[in-house]
Nanobody
Framework: QVQLVESGGGLVLAGGSLRLSCAASGSRFSIYDMGWYHQAPGKQREMVAVISTGGSTDYADSVKGRFTISRDNAKTTVYLQMNSLKPEDTGVYYC??????????WGQGTQVTVSS
């Protein structure tokens, strides 16, 4: 079972940037698609960005052009570069491993707060 640990969250002013990291334990990191999800206060968790094993990416419309997902298989880490942050980006960000279309593990989340 892969274990995931997110980091990089914090408090930032609107328009600012943050880079989230998700470090995975285990040697099978490269077989998983990796996803970042956002859970705003009082709302359901929603997909932000996904990167496949081959490096293909997909983004929620709300973050296209602002966020970039990337992965480093050698470091078993996935990143989320977040630019031009908005107050509505506030919430907890989770990373997850996806295998054959199903999410198999989640991290504990990292809090992002964007103040206006």
């Amino acid at each position: 079972q892969v274990q995931l640990v997110e980091s990089g969250g914090g408090l930032v002013l609107a328009g600012g940037s943050l880079r989230l990291s998700c470090a995975a334990s285990g040697s099978r990191f490269s077989i998983y698609d990796m996803g970042w999800y956002h859970q705003a206060p009082g709302k359901q968790r929603e997909m932000v960005a996904v990167i496949s094993t081959g490096g293909s990416t997909d983004y929620a419309d709300s973050v296209k052009g602002r966020f970039t997902i990337s992965r480093d298989n050698a470091k078993t880490t996935v990143y989320l570069q977040m630019n031009s942050l908005k107050p509505e980006d506030t919430g907890v960000y989770y990373c997850g491993t996806r295998y054959l279309g199903y999410y198999t593990a989640w991290g504990q989340g990292t809090q992002v707060t964007v103040s206006s």
